[in-house]
């Protein structure tokens, strides 16, 4: 990534995620979120804007969607019975996985409560079990 100019805020795009890029993605240091969803959704409709909103809000995290009726064998995978599902991922560690919508201010908590997780302690505690 390159410089922004001072007080220019650098958005990413939401990314759309397959089979084939999500080890990559999923595993790679840093905070992935990931909304599964389906275009007939009214559920999914209703949370994709709060999710649009809230990768504006942290540029520093990667968003991303699975669309499900096009990655049946990716969902099926990961065991995505119901949608939507947001998955989030830290230094290649799924760390939170919760069907159904949330609202804004939840979504919120949540993101600020995987960025203070202690990844060492995280880590150790998943070597254990």
Same mark, same amino acid.
């Given at each position: ?41 009214? $559920? ?15 540029? +520093? #995290?990667?968003? @991303?969607? !699975? ?31 919760? $069907? ?15 960025? +203070? #997780?202690?990844? @060492?302690? !995280? ?7």
């Amino acid at each position: 990534m390159g410089h922004t100019p001072r007080g220019m805020v650098l958005l990413m795009a939401l990314r759309t995620l397959t089979l084939a890029d999500f080890p990559a993605v999923t595993g790679a240091d840093g905070i992935t979120l990931i909304d599964f969803w389906a275009p007939w959704c009214p $559920p999914c409709r209703m949370f994709g804007p709060i999710f649009e909103k809230a990768a504006e809000a942290h540029p +520093d #995290l990667t968003f @991303a969607k !699975v669309n499900t009726d096009e990655e049946q064998e990716l969902s099926a995978m990961l065991g995505i019975a119901s949608i939507p599902t947001l998955m989030i991922f830290r230094d290649g560690v799924l760390v939170f996985s919760q $069907p159904g919508a949330i609202g804004a201010k939840d979504l919120d908590r949540v993101i600020g409560l995987v960025k +203070d #997780l202690d990844m @060492a302690e !995280v880590k150790a505690d998943a070597a254990t079990a």
